[in-house]
């Protein structure tokens, strides 16, 4: 049968799948990002996981689509000055895998990625402004009008983790102070809690962790938890006063731990969305599990190649 590669390039690992046209991942392949080497050496790599994974799903590739950490340029299919792998940036992963395979390729940042796949195949369906937040080890997010991905001026893509919630707050890797991604993504949670005098835990915490210990009764952790659901909350107010769409997709490590406090992050949202019909937006978690991310790198193909649905 014939189904789509999916490649999944992130700070940590390089996944790889085949996934058919229903959304589901018929066989998947892993390997850590930092020991790929130089962008030669992690093409070879990828594309030996793109055969054995089709093997393994007894499928034949007939496009390829990916999803990837940023920046990218999703029109040439470039990526440029890539934050956590610096070395690969100006390569071409998508004239590189077309070569090799001689089928059609796509790229997308991970966020648009995933928010494709999610609006196609998970929580999203059937929704007509939808957008997708991730929060993980930073916070992204992917916007999607009638089914097609908003895309900013010469095909960018909008950095919602970089909206300024605290003009005086923590420094974030942009450059500014108190973006949304350094008060709230999983380091920020971290970094508060280490960094409180009350703290008496030793080094190694998760947000995962700090959810865990709030719900044991650690009153710190809780604090912790209420800080985090406060600028959930007012990011995610933020967007629908902005764009007031038909529903918001929650995906990314962080809210795995968070989702069990989505009616108290609906509340804060509540306090800053007067003047917005927020009673009528969906706030909702994302529903493709651990293999979101692969998904939503197949959907890139589908969303670029595949006739419109
Ligand atoms: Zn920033």
Same mark, same amino acid.
């Given at each position: ?6 490649? *999944? ?7 790889v ?8 991942v ?22 030996d996981m ?8 007894? @499928?034949?590739?007939?496009?390829i ?10 029109l040439?299919?470039? $990526? ?10 100006g ?9 090799? $395979?001689?089928?059609s390729?796509?790229?997308e ?15 999203g ?5 939808l957008?997708?937040?991730?929060v ?11 089914g097609?991905?908003?895309?900013g001026?010469?095909? @960018? ?5 970089h909206?300024?919630?605290?003009a005086? +707050?923590p420094p974030c890797?942009?450059?500014? %102070?108190?973006?949304?991604e @350094? ?17 008496? +835990? ?6 995962r %962790? ?7 009764? *650690? ?5 912790a938890?209420?800080r ?16 007031t769409?038909?529903?918001?997709i ?15 992050? %609906?509340k ?6 007067? $003047?917005?019909?927020l ?20 959907r890139?193909?589908?969303h670029? $190649? @595949?006739?419109?649905?």
């Amino acid at each position: 049968m014939k189904a789509i590669g999916a490649v *999944d390039i992130g700070g940590t690992k390089i996944a790889v799948g085949i996934v058919d046209d229903s959304g589901r991942v018929l066989s998947r392949q892993e390997a850590p990002t930092q020991t790929a080497g130089p962008w030669p050496q992690a093409l070879t790599l990828i594309a030996d996981m793109l055969r054995k994974a089709a093997l393994q799903g007894h @499928a034949t590739i007939a496009g390829i689509g990916i999803g990837s950490t940023g920046p990218v340029d999703p029109l040439k299919g470039r $990526f440029e000055n890539l934050d956590t792998i610096p070395q690969w940036s100006g390569a071409s992963p998508v004239d590189d895998l077309s070569r090799a $395979f001689h089928v059609s390729v796509a790229m997308e940042n991970d966020a648009d990625a995933g928010a494709l796949g999610e609006a196609s195949w998970g929580a999203g369906q059937n929704k007509s402004r939808l957008i997708y937040i991730t929060v993980g080890t930073g916070i992204g997010g992917g916007i999607i009008l009638d089914g097609r991905l908003y895309r900013g001026v010469d095909g @960018a893509h909008p950095e919602v983790g970089h909206q300024v919630l605290e003009a005086n +707050g923590p420094p974030c890797s942009c450059g500014l %102070r108190g973006c949304w991604e @350094a008060l709230a993504a999983g380091p920020a949670m971290v970094k508060w809690m280490e960094s409180h005098p009350e703290y008496t +835990g030793g080094p190694g915490l998760t947000a995962r %962790r700090i959810y865990e210990h709030a719900m044991a009764g *650690d009153p710190l952790a809780a604090r912790a938890v209420e800080r985090e659901t406060f600028y959930l909350g007012i990011g995610l107010a933020n967007l629908v006063n902005l764009f007031t769409p038909d529903a918001i997709i929650l995906g990314g490590s962080v809210i795995k731990s968070a989702g069990v406090f989505l009616e108290d992050i %609906r509340k804060v949202m509540q306090q800053g969305c007067r $003047f917005v019909p927020l009673e009528k937006v969906e706030i909702t978690l994302a529903s493709l599990g651990d293999d979101a991310n692969l998904i939503g790198a197949a959907r890139v193909w589908h969303h670029r $190649f @595949a006739q419109r649905q």
